[in-house]
Every structure is written in C-alpha cells, then in structure tokens.
C-alpha cells in the first residue's frame, strides 16, 4: 500500500513538473523529415518513475511534449524511467521509448496523435514515411524509402534482413528498385549507411581492345577463364553477383570488348590480353580446329565451302561426301516419309511384329567429309579448317554468327470429335390363317417388314424350326432391338408368331478430346504417332497342283501401315515471334475388315499456316448433319389413320458430327522456358496418378498406385527441373 501510494505521488510530481515547464510547438512536416513531438528544452525535467505504471507515465510524457498519447488497451504493466541529472524533454522521451522498446511497446504517429501498441502492430499503423533521408532518431517506428541506384533491390533484401527487428518489415519494389523498409529510427539511420556504401556502381566503361595475331573468337574464352580465376560465376542466379570481368567479342574489328568492376581490375586484363595476342610461334601451320557448340559439323562445312569456295587458296568448294542435301524450308515430306523408318513396308513377311520404324537407327551416323579447305569430324562435332590467317578470321566471325543456341517450338494440337446420333422404329407386323380344319382350301393374309429375324416369317419359321431354325435365320439377321410384343397362335402341333410390335428409341453420343503434342528445332521436322501399326495383305500365294511329293511354301505378303494419331510438323521462328509451319495431321481407324482387307475412317489436314506465339488457330473441321428416315407399309392401308399403324414400318435416324482441330505453338528460347514447360506437364500428369489413388479400405490392403516423384523434393529422376 506504502509502495503503490509513492508510486502514484512520484507520478503525479512528474505531471505537475511537466506542465509548469513545457511549452507547445507546432508540428512541421518537411519532405524527407516525418513530422515528431514539438518539445521546447527551455526547462530541463528530472525523471524519476520507478516500477510506475504505464499509464500514468504516459500522461506524463504526454504533457511534457504538450501531445496527446493514446495507449492501447494491450499495453499493461510498469515501467522504470530515471536520470540522475536534469535533461531536456528531448531527452526524456527518447528515455521513454527506449524503456517501451525494453518491454515490448512502441510509439507511432498517425493522424496527428501520438499511440502506444505492442511492437508487433506498429509496422501497421505507422504514419510516418520518409524518402531517401530521415532526421528522426530515437525508438519511434517509421517506414523509409530507399531508391537504389546500382546495385539489385533485391539483392539487398537477403542482406539487410538480418539486421532488422523481427516484427519489422523490408520489402523490394523491382519496378522503381526501391527498398521499403519500417523499422526504429535509429535503425533506420544505421541501415541508410550500410545501403549507401553498397550502392555504389558495379563495373567500370567498356574498353575495346584490337587484336593484331591472335583471333578474337578463339582468345575470348581463354581470357575470361584466366580473368575469373578458372571459375566462372553463372549469370542470372539468385542471390549471385555478376562476373568481376566480362568478356565479348566484337567481330567487325576482330578486338574484344572488355569491361570490370574497377580500373585497376580492366588494367590487368588489358595486360593480359596484350601478352597473349603475340604471333604464332609456327607461322606456316594453316590449320585449326574449331569445336562446335550448337551447329551441326557436317552441314555447317557444307555452306561454309558453298560461301567461300572461291575465295579459298587451292581449295576446293564440292560437296561432302556422305552428306545429305537438308530438306527445303517451308517443305514437308509426304505422310509416311520424311523420317527413318517412317515409309510402308512393302514385302514384309505376314509373321512380323513391327514396323522398320522401330528397328531403324534413329539417325545414320555422318562419316568425315572430304574436299575443300573446311572438313567435318562427325565424332567430336569439330570443323578442320585449313585457309591463311586473313581467310581463318572471316571463316571464323561467319561461324560464330551460325554456332548458336537454335530455339524449340512446343506444339500442342487439340482434336475435338462430338458425335450425336438419335434413332426411333416403330412397326406392327402380322400374319393370319382363314378357315376351318378339314377344308380343302384355306386363306393367310399378313404383313412382313425388315430382314432377319426382324421380319416375321423368318421369325415364325425360326420358332418352328426350334434350334436349326433360329441359328439359320442369325446367320441372315439379327433380332429387332428394342421392345417387342408377340402373339402366338397353334397351328396344329406347332406355334408360330401371329402378330408382333416392335418398340425401338436410342441415343448415342461421344465427345473425344485428343492432344498429341511434340518439341522441334527450329525448322526441323517432327512427327508423332500414336495408334497401331496394320498389316495390309499386297499378295498371296497357295498350291492348288495336284501333284504330291513336292516342297510346298505358301506365302503372304503385306503392307503395314500405321493407323491412329499422326501429326507432323516443320515449324519456322519467324521475327516478332511468329511461327510458320507446315502442318500434317492425320486421324485414322479401322472400321471394319472385308474379303480385300481393313476398311480405314480417315480424316487428314495438310497445310501452312502463320501462328504467334502462344496463339491458337484452327487448322480445319467438319460439321455434319445427316438425317435419314424409311416409310415401310401397304398401299393405301397404311394411310388410314391409326388403323394404318397396323399396316406399316417406320424409322428415323439423325447423326450430327463436330471435328475440329487446333493448333498451339510455344516457342522456347532458353533452358529456363523448357524446364518451366516440362515441370508444368509433369506436374499435370502427377496430379492425375495423385486423383487415382485406390480408396482405403477395411478389407483390400493398400497396393497403392503408380505415382511420379515429387520434384520439389530429392527424387531419384534427376534430369527433372527443380522449384
């Protein structure tokens, strides 16, 4: 009771104390400098709160600073604020914040009000925002903007947030590359010298460096190597800086272009180059070898002789032997050529299982080509090259022009098929015998519609054939579908159908979705079937001799052709992103297998189109609508109404058919967009094995069903790209 009455007297004291000293000031607001307490030092203040509430500190302060200080209701509990000397009232609220900082509390402004929370909400509500500068000091919360003007906003991130309360925020905006970060004053200020003495620029101008001996293309990769000290850093990683030297070619002058993170860094390097671009030490050897990174070595030593054929010294420009003339862009070969094994197989014996598609080498291996200054060695993908120095520099800069990274397109082909088809039948046959038993001469008069077992003659003589009699009238018929109602009368010892109703409504439908998708080089050929491989009989032959004792060998010669899906593709990257393609699509199946062999459904499209990319187009459809109906009856009898339905047959059919087909080209330039696809598709795929799972159950054990690994966590399949 002692300890809380001087509690409250201290407090009160401190209140009267402030409010004789303090003085009021207007607020200003400046642009980088958040508008603070106005305090007036004119009358230092000697604090003196210990284990005080809270609250009644608050107000203290509050009239010290001539504020209003709103306090949260989670604020609670004492707090210990003392000097042993007189200080300002400056002084003495920074005192204050830091004890709040102590216990967990802050103080923001907003709206012109002074408020007491916990830490945590005060990124929140905080009022005060400065831009690039800030003269705020003390523990009171405030949001800063820092633009910055070299270095990667969000590299800065990783760096600084550990430097930063854990309830405070920092965030990157990489539109403007600007840093927003909340957090106490006088944080704010620490972190304001860290950023400027990182932001500073990161290279130094570019130098071009002429070279007189030695090949620009050639020279390039050994200084970069020997810059970097042996370890190249990759571009583009997060997280990770850019090289310290970056090294490029500049055809045209044959020089290298070079450009560090400092002068003294460019000097070296330009020293080095100085000391590798000397003379050959083996001034008459003309011949080089140049490893290839992209370009095929066989095609590539064809256009070069083709380019400077005349230009070479005692060389020769004739083609390679061996080589294969590419097929022409814009052209597709017909279906079933253009790749190995893709032609039909004439002559191949009835007992074989596959097609030469499956047997074929996928593509022939290249030998050397022989002739002209430049040769090609299929093996190690290289190009030997024998010219003088003046023609190996312009060989050189055309090569590094054609040995680059050729983009893929990703071809996606939607083939939508709906079918719809309505049928009805309705027919009432009869037949009947007029006369006594023992006459001599008896009347019959009937109707009869259909075949097979459908008609009721045939249907009456099955009934009283018994067993012989139905199998005889399956083999010309079958039954009526639907709903039929027989009478049967007695004549004599046998039954036979007097009359018969047949009911008969259906509706059939089928929406197929196929999506056969493949990936090419740019103007490379592609094809994908998916289906069955059909053998077609070309030829026979039998011995029909009546001679014995001679060696008989009937054959059977067959064409197997393959049935289902098929698409082909040639696609052309175009400038601006377009894709010319020269498209083959084909849907085929069997429908049904005569005297000659298998009848095929087909439906094909051949053409050339101009898509974007990423755009779909339709490449071609077909909309049917076929409607067919028969009136089977006795004249004049059939017309009567009502009663006429006792004398007729009728039936209608209506199919409707929608084919169409869509094609969707991707074009992907870099490694990043095929692995970015290829985790898609994969990803799509594993979320259908996930949808298939077997339900648990109390009496089956739990088998499980076949499901892809995860890639975003360690998986055996490697080659996957990784989140």
């Known amino acids: 009771m002692i300890m809380n009455l001087q509690r409250t007297a201290t407090a009160f004291a401190a209140l009267l104390l402030a409010s004789s000293s303090a003085l009021a000031q207007p607020d200003t607001v400046q642009r980088g400098k958040p508008a603070g307490p106005a305090v007036k030092a004119s009358s230092p203040v000697t604090l003196n709160f210990v284990n005080a509430d809270i609250e009644a500190v608050t107000r203290a302060i509050g009239v010290m600073l001539?504020?209003?200080?709103?306090?949260?209701?989670?604020?609670?509990?004492?707090?210990?604020?003392?000097?042993?000397?007189?200080?300002?009232?400056?002084?003495?609220?920074?005192?204050?914040?830091?004890?709040?900082?102590?216990?967990?509390?802050?103080?923001?402004?907003?709206?012109?009000?002074?408020?007491?929370?916990?830490?945590?909400?005060?990124?929140?509500?905080?009022?005060?925002?400065?831009?690039?500068?800030?003269?705020?000091?003390?523990?009171?919360?405030?949001?800063?903007?820092?633009?910055?003007?070299?270095?990667?906003?969000?590299?800065?991130?990783?760096?600084?947030?550990?430097?930063?309360?854990?309830?405070?925020?920092?965030?990157?905006?990489?539109?403007?590359?600007?840093?927003?970060i909340t957090d106490y004053a006088d944080n704010l200020q620490r972190i304001a010298k860290i950023i400027a003495a990182m932001d500073t620029p990161g290279s130094s101008d570019i130098e071009i460096v002429p070279l007189k001996h030695a090949v620009a293309a050639d020279l390039a990769p050994l200084v970069q190597r020997l810059a970097d000290g042996g370890t190249a850093i990759a571009a583009g990683v997060p997280g990770q800086g850019s090289s310290a030297v970056n090294v490029l070619v500049d055809p045209r002058?044959?020089?290298?272009?070079?450009?560090?993170?400092?002068?003294?860094r460019l000097a070296a390097v330009r020293a080095m180059v100085d000391k590798l671009d000397q003379p050959s030490a083996d001034g008459g050897n003309n011949i080089r070898v140049v490893y290839l990174k992209n370009a095929d070595a066989v095609k590539l030593a064809?256009?070069?002789?083709?380019?400077?054929?005349?230009?070479?010294?005692?060389?020769s420009a004739g083609g390679s032997s061996g080589s294969t003339s590419p097929t022409g862009a814009g052209s597709l070969a017909a279906p079933g050529q253009g790749l190995p094994g893709a032609t039909s197989n004439t002559g191949t014996n009835a007992g074989g299982l596959s097609s030469a598609a499956a047997t074929a080498p996928l593509s022939q291996s290249s030998g050397p080509s022989t002739g002209g200054f430049v040769q090609a060695d299929p093996s190690t993908n290289s190009l030997v090259i024998t010219a003088p120095e003046p023609l190996y520099r312009q060989v050189r800069a055309v090569i590094e022009q054609l040995d680059s990274r050729r983009a893929q397109v990703y071809v996606e082909s939607?083939?939508?098929?709906?079918?719809?088809?309505?049928?009805?039948?309705?027919?009432?046959?009869?037949?009947?015998?007029?006369?006594?038993?023992?006459?001599?001469?008896?009347?019959?008069?009937?109707?009869?519609?259909?075949?097979?077992?459908?008609?009721?003659?045939?249907?009456?003589?099955?009934?009283?054939?018994?067993?012989?009699?139905?199998?005889?009238?399956?083999?010309n018929g079958s039954p009526p579908a639907g709903l039929n109602i027989g009478l049967l009368k007695k004549f004599g010892s046998v039954y036979t159908l007097g009359a018969v109703a047949n009911f008969f409504e259906s509706q059939s439908g089928a929406n197929v979705l196929s999506t056969?998708?493949?990936?090419?080089?740019?103007?490379?050929?592609?094809?994908?079937?998916?289906?069955?491989?059909?053998?077609?009989?070309?030829?026979?032959?039998?011995?029909?001799?009546?001679?014995?004792?001679?060696?008989?060998?009937?054959?059977?010669?067959?064409?197997r052709k393959d049935v289902g899906l098929t698409l082909k593709v040639k696609s052309q990257i175009g400038e601006g992103g377009t894709v010319r393609m020269v498209v083959y699509q084909e849907n085929s199946s069997v429908t049904s297998t005569g005297v000659n062999g298998p009848t095929l459904d087909k439906s094909a499209i051949e053409t050339s189109v101009v898509v974007d990319d990423g755009d779909v187009l339709v490449l071609g459809g077909l909309l049917k609508d076929e409607y067919s109906d028969g009136d089977n009856g006795v004249p004049g009898l059939s017309k009567i109404p009502l009663i006429g339905n006792l004398f007729s047959s009728k039936n209608r059919t209506r199919v409707k058919t929608n084919l169409m087909v869509f094609l969707r080209p991707v074009v992907m330039r870099s490694a990043e967009s095929a692995n970015q696809l290829t985790l898609d598709r994969y990803q799509s795929i594993r979320a259908v094995q996930e949808g298939a799972q077997p339900q648990k159950s109390a009496i089956l054990p739990d088998t499980g069903a076949p499901l892809l690994p995860d890639p975003k966590t360690a998986s055996p399949t490697k080659a996957l790209p990784q989140q």
């Open 66 to 180: 001539n504020r209003q200080i709103i306090i949260d209701p989670r604020v609670k509990g004492t707090i210990t604020v003392y000097s042993e000397q007189p200080v300002s009232v400056a002084e003495a609220y920074r005192n204050y914040l830091a004890a709040l900082r102590g216990l967990g509390f802050t103080v923001v402004e907003a709206a012109g009000f002074l408020k007491v929370l916990p830490e945590p909400d005060a990124k929140l509500q905080a009022g005060s925002v400065a831009v690039e500068t800030s003269n705020a000091r003390g523990d009171q919360i405030l949001t800063q903007i820092f633009r910055i003007q070299h270095e990667n906003a969000n590299n800065l991130v990783a760096v600084l947030r550990p430097l930063i309360s854990p309830n405070n925020t920092i965030n990157a905006n990489p539109g403007n590359n600007s840093l927003v």
């Open 253 to 264: 002058s044959n020089g290298l272009i070079l450009r560090a993170s400092n002068p003294a």
């Open 302 to 315: 064809t256009v070069l002789r083709a380019a400077f054929g005349a230009a070479a010294a005692g060389g």
């Open 414 to 475: 939607l083939i939508v098929k709906i079918d719809n088809t309505k049928a009805a039948q309705f027919g009432v046959q009869w037949q009947n015998l007029f006369g006594s038993k023992g006459d001599s001469t008896i009347t019959g008069a009937g109707t009869n519609f259909g075949t097979g077992l459908a008609n009721i003659i045939n249907a009456t003589g099955a009934v009283a054939g018994g067993t012989a009699g139905v199998t005889t009238a399956l083999a």
């Open 516 to 559: 056969p998708n493949l990936v090419a080089l740019d103007n490379e050929e592609a094809r994908i079937v998916i289906g069955q491989n059909v053998p077609f009989v070309t030829g026979s032959y039998a011995n029909t001799g009546t001679t014995t004792g001679g060696t008989v060998n009937p054959f059977t010669t067959v064409d």
